[in-house]
């Protein structure tokens, strides 16, 4: 790039080379006052031919080229070259004629570039160099044309002959490198430009490309056993995406129809076992009110009643299960004071407490929730029903509002035997008890914390267990406090 404008600044200076050649005779440059004149304001011809060049001229009267060369080869030591071109110098200096270069700082070549000039086969040597303008106090870069040829100055009308000369043409590079300054910004700009289209471009795309796979993913995210029904949105892209959406919701499809089969035979199948044994229950207590049972047969009687009624806990668990699996899990929502809501469980629980000497205390204010009495009650009766099972001797019932006053916390806490860290979360799972005997001597089928779950999932909270082994457990319950009314302190109970 630079080098083909430099090489259009060499045209030029050829050209103008050509020209002074052709002008120089009737530019009168030896007119001792034309300096002068040109300081004054005046525009003096010279300057008028050559306005953006700058022209120095050296004459070397009493030389020829071939003189020169010789007398060049000639001086073979450092010294005699030194003297050869001092001398040059000096009459360089005192021939000297100007034009827009200042004479008070001209230009001048170094040894090595005044040999080469002689020994150059065309004469002619292209330089960068700085140059002084007149009346200018800083050099400016520029190409020089440096030509040593005989040069006709005077009008050869006259009857002077041509005389060999130093003939120095020079352009300002300023130019160039304005325009090289110039078309690196535009560069650069364009690259920036580029740079953050391209970006631009790519974001936009590449969002446009995933957003539907977003709006998928966050469907599928929502989906659970809970919300089958649901189904994952299919945007019309017609490309994977859609078919990914639409094998989405057949999978759905397919699970929901096998959740629903299970559920609907665990429903069916407590349906149909409660007549029976209702019919089993009651005909053991006919036979024993109403016979006279031998002592052995009493007592089969009895084993047969109190299974039964295990059977109908069983029965009455396991519809309930079903129902909060299809969410029809209905929630009759009242407000609820924490304190009044857990003392009225312990005192229901009291004599069972009683009866195995553990202690029963709720701690906590009286703080209002919303929530369905009845069936958060049979939640907090079988977390205290565990606790009493595992043998604790003091059970806690606690209440506290968590720090933004937006979540009820309801927690059961006991001195009991402890559970392993493994088996936490797995106790939610239905029918999953510890392998420790007194779990199995209780009775219990296993089924209690899958429907506290349950109900407390219908709810919006989170049910929770922590436990030391050989320090005791914690249930936690964590329950939205939903809308209730702003109460002045005289209405609480
Ligand atoms: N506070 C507790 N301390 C020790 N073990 C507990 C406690 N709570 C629950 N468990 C264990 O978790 C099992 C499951 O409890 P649950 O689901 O209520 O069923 P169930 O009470 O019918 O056995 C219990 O059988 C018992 O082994
Ligand atoms: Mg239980």
């Given at each position: 790039m630079r080098g083909s404008l430099v090489a259009g600044v060499d045209r030029q200076l050829q050209d103008t080379y050509v020209?002074?050649?052709?002008?120089?005779p009737s530019l009168n440059l030896h007119d001792p006052d034309r300096l002068d004149r040109e300081a004054n304001g005046e525009v003096v011809i010279s300057r008028y031919q050559f306005p953006d060049s700058f022209i120095q001229i050296e004459e070397l009267a009493f030389y020829d080229l071939p003189t020169l060369a010789t007398d060049l080869q000639n001086a073979t030591t450092p010294t005699m070259r030194g003297q050869l071109f001092k001398y040059l110098r000096d009459i360089q200096a005192v021939s000297r004629i100007t034009i827009a270069t200042d004479p008070?700082?001209?230009i001048e070549l170094t040894d090595a570039q005044l040999a080469a000039l002689i020994e150059a086969p065309?004469?002619?040597?292209k330089l960068n160099l700085p140059v002084r303008e007149?009346?200018?106090?800083?050099?400016?870069?520029?190409?020089?044309l440096v030509r040593l040829e005989p040069l006709q100055l005077k009008s050869a009308a006259l009857g002077s002959d041509p005389t060999l000369a130093v003939t120095y043409v020079a352009r300002s590079l300023g130019g160039i490198n304005n325009t090289l300054t110039n078309l690196q910004n535009v560069l650069l700009l364009l690259c920036a430009i580029g740079a953050v289209s391209a970006g631009t471009g790519a974001y936009l795309l590449a969002g446009q490309a995933l957003g539907p796979l977003r709006?998928?993913?966050r469907a599928a995210e929502r989906i659970g056993g809970e919300n089958l029904t649901e189904r994952v949105p299919v945007p019309a892209t017609g490309d994977e995406v859609e078919a990914l959406a639409q094998a989405l919701n057949g999978m759905l499809g397919r699970l929901e129809q096998s959740f629903e089969a299970q559920r609907r035979f665990t429903?069916?199948?407590s349906h149909e076992l409660r007549t029976p044994v209702t019919a089993i229950s009651g005909h053991a207590s006919y036979l024993l009110r109403r016979t006279n049972p031998t002592g052995q047969q009493a007592e089969s009687l009895k084993i047969i009643q109190s299974e039964s009624e295990r059977l109908t806990n069983l029965i009455a668990s396991l519809l309930q299960l079903a129902r909060s699996d299809s969410g029809a899990l209905v929630l009759n929502r009242a407000p609820i004071f924490s304190g009044l809501f857990l003392r009225e469980i312990a005192r229901e629980l009291a004599p069972l407490a009683q009866a195995q000497q553990t202690t029963l205390d709720v701690s906590g204010d009286d703080l209002p929730f919303e929530g369905d009495p009845d069936r958060l009650k049979q939640v907090i009766i079988n977390l205290v029903g565990n606790a009493l099972k595992a043998g604790a001797r003091t059970v806690t019932l606690g209440s506290t509002l968590d720090a933004a006053g937006q979540q009820m916390h309801l927690s059961v806490q006991d001195d009991g035997p402890g559970i392993p860290a493994d088996?936490?979360?797995r106790l939610f799972d239905r029918f999953y008890r510890l392998e420790d005997s007194r779990s199995r001597?209780?009775?219990?089928?296993?089924?209690?914390l899958s429907i506290a779950k349950g109900i407390v999932d219908a709810h919006g909270g989170r049910i929770w267990l922590e436990s030391d082994l050989g320090q005791g457990t914690t249930a936690h319950v964590q329950l939205p406090i939903g809308n209730v009314p702003v109460l002045d302190d005289d209405d609480v109970p």
């Open positions: 020209s002074l050649v052709r002008l120089a008070d700082h001209p065309d004469g002619q040597l007149r009346f200018r106090d800083t050099p400016t870069p520029m190409r020089v709006l998928v993913r429903s069916d199948a088996q936490l979360e001597d209780q009775g219990g089928a296993g089924l209690g």
